[in-house]
């Protein structure tokens, strides 16, 4: 494409950008996608990871938003079996905050709303007898059990990417816009390469603006406009502790202020613990949790747990910022979550699309909602076509997880049983490709702690635009959490050798 015109140039590769990037590749539209970062370095990689209806926000009469994420949850369960699961939420009945019957009613509403056919109804617990009440204090004795999707929030975002890049999308990561200026209906942008500080200059007739928590700053700064405030940044922060309970289903806990708690079993060993909701001034990418947040957590844990949470029990915490819609809603907690796309290029203007707001579970309903908005200034492409489609590795049944797995292990009779595990968990049928011949542990090459070995890193750099140790041990896997520090740093050191210049690492 050197010197062409691309049909649409998208700023930021979070789950929107790249989620757009897909359809919009997919329907036959030139695509070129600028990343100022890793992909899913921003908001999305630092969610719940949750495709969820949420619950929550019915008290809040979000009910276009609950129902259209309700849908989303076996489309999107169906389109990557291996990243997204269905999970079993716990959520005990606390005397004194919301009424049994609130909570039915916000469960029937749940269960009837959203197209549900696989995953199973609501149901009412005994906490005296059912495993779920074991490891919480004996004040709950009753709890109602309803579900929900997991999902690999990072891999979803690298899923999508692919996929654009397979049907055509460039996709530059560490590649910063920093201007875009129109000029005769054409939008000519200045992209600065992160890493070798080139500037590359690109040409396309539109351009969508998914900045995400950024998305003001694009407007203001990268595109010179003045008075600019369409979004409320909501930090959000979690914390990793060693497990806390071996049951396979997550807690929904309520807190005394109005506000919910997750507790998530995760990778294996630990317990996820999150969100808080505050307002964030400040630059998203150095958003990092509070003394106050760590605090907030431990307590609302604890009240439930019977076993609390202690500062000390905590191995990792992560913070995002979220892009929130600006409604001018009082407290950070309920501001909307729904998505809000503008379009501007009336008159021959080359057009400008922003994104404000959105989940990771409504993504693909928001890239179809802009590509309608997008037909309508560069003409019709092509049908809506991701749902009953695939990610790269998802081509297997819903609930065929298990049967991928004895496939690889008995394709791989060297592999231990939880690195088949991980492996099909993270790349599904991909994972053969991964592995290739391999006979033996020892033809994975380079072992660089836990279960990671130099083939993994590879394919990573290869098809998934790894360039560095985070990219590989925090968003594209979780191996920082097994890793030592010089175990992460012989990576680094690894990564940059393998990797080079970006533009010889960057799978297209
Ligand atoms: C704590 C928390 C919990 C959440 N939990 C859930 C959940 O359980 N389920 C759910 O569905 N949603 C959840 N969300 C919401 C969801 O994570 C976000 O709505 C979503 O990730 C936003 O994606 P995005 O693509 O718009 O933004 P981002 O992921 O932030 O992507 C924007 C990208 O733009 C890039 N960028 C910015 N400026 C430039 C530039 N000038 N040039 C090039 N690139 C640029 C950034 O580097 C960034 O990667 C949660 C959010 C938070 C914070």
Redesign the pocket.
């Known amino acids: 494409m050197d010197g062409a015109i691309y049909d649409i140039l998208i700023?930021?590769?979070?789950?929107?950008?790249?989620?757009v990037a897909r359809d919009a590749a997919g329907r036959g539209y030139s695509v070129y996608l600028?990343?100022?970062?890793?992909?899913?370095?921003?908001?999305?990689?630092?969610?719940?990871?949750?495709?969820?209806g949420?619950l929550r926000y019915l008290e809040h009469y979000e009910f276009r938003l609950v129902r259209e994420?309700l849908m989303e949850r076996e489309v999107l369960w169906r389109m990557a079996p291996h990243i997204i699961w269905p999970m079993r939420f716990v959520l005990p009945h606390h005397k004194g905050l919301r009424p049994a019957w609130l909570l039915r009613l916000g469960l029937f509403l749940y269960d009837h709303i959203g197209g549900r056919k696989l995953l199973p109804p609501t149901r009412t617990l005994d906490m005296r007898t059912d495993p779920a009440g074991k490891p919480l204090k004996p004040l709950f004795s009753r709890a109602f059990e309803y579900s929900d999707c997991w999902?690999n929030?990072a891999r979803l975002?690298v899923m999508n990417a692919r996929d654009a890049a397979d049907r055509g999308a460039t996709i530059r990561t560490r590649?910063?816009?920093?201007s875009a200026r129109r000029e005769n209906g054409i939008w000519t942008v200045v992209?600065e390469d992160m890493r070798g500080r080139t500037s590359d200059t690109v040409k396309a007739r539109l351009l969508v603006n998914?900045?995400?928590?950024?998305?003001d700053?694009?407007l203001g700064s990268?595109l010179g406009k003045n008075d600019i405030h369409n979004v409320r940044l909501?930090?959000?922060?979690?914390i990793v502790v060693k497990r806390k309970f071996d049951d396979p289903r997550a807690y929904f806990f309520q807190n005394r202020d109005g506000r919910i708690i997750f507790a998530i079993p995760y990778e294996q060993d630990f317990t996820l613990i999150?969100?808080?909701d505050q307002d964030y001034v400040g630059e998203?990418?150095e958003v990092a949790i509070t003394d106050s947040e760590v605090a907030y957590l431990c307590e609302a844990a604890s009240e439930y747990f019977a076993e609390p949470v202690r500062r000390e029990d905590i191995v990792w915490t992560y913070?995002?910022?979220?892009?929130l819609f600006d409604d001018g809603a009082s407290k950070a907690q309920e501001a909307t979550?729904d998505y809000v796309l503008t379009a501007e290029g009336e008159g021959g203007q080359a057009p400008l699309l922003n994104?404000f707001?959105?989940?990771?579970?409504?993504?693909r309903r928001l890239a179809e909602a802009m590509i309608e908005k997008i037909e309508g200034f560069l003409g019709r492409k092509g049908k809506p076509w991701t749902a009953g489609t695939t990610l790269s590795g998802g081509d297997f049944p819903p609930n065929g997880f298990d049967t991928e797995v004895e496939r690889l292990k008995a394709a791989y009779g060297f592999l231990d049983p939880a690195h088949a595990q991980r492996l099909v968990r993270l790349y599904g049928t991909k994972a053969a490709v991964l592995l290739g011949g391999a006979r033996s542990t020892a033809d994975l090459g380079r072992h660089f702690g836990a279960d990671l070995y130099e083939a993994e890193v590879r394919y990573l750099i290869e098809r998934e635009w790894a360039l560095s140790a985070d990219d590989v041990l925090w968003r594209r896997t979780k191996r920082g959490l097994r890793l030592t520090e010089a175990e992460a740093a012989a990576l680094e050191d690894f990564m940059h050798g393998a990797t080079g210049h970006p533009e010889t690492a960057a799978a297209e």
């Not at 700023?11 to 989620?19: A, D, L, R, T």
């Not at 913070?319 to 892009?323: F, I």
């Not at 707001?357 to 993504?363: C, F």
């Open positions: 700023i930021g590769g979070g789950i929107n950008g790249c989620g600028a990343e100022m970062n890793d992909l899913a370095s921003g908001t999305s990689s630092w969610s719940t990871k949750l495709i969820h949420g994420a999902v929030d975002v590649s910063r816009v920093t992209v998914a900045a995400g928590p950024w998305v700053k694009v990268t909501v930090q959000g922060s979690h999150g969100t808080t998203p990418g913070s995002g910022v979220r892009p979550r994104i707001g959105g989940k990771i579970t409504t993504y």
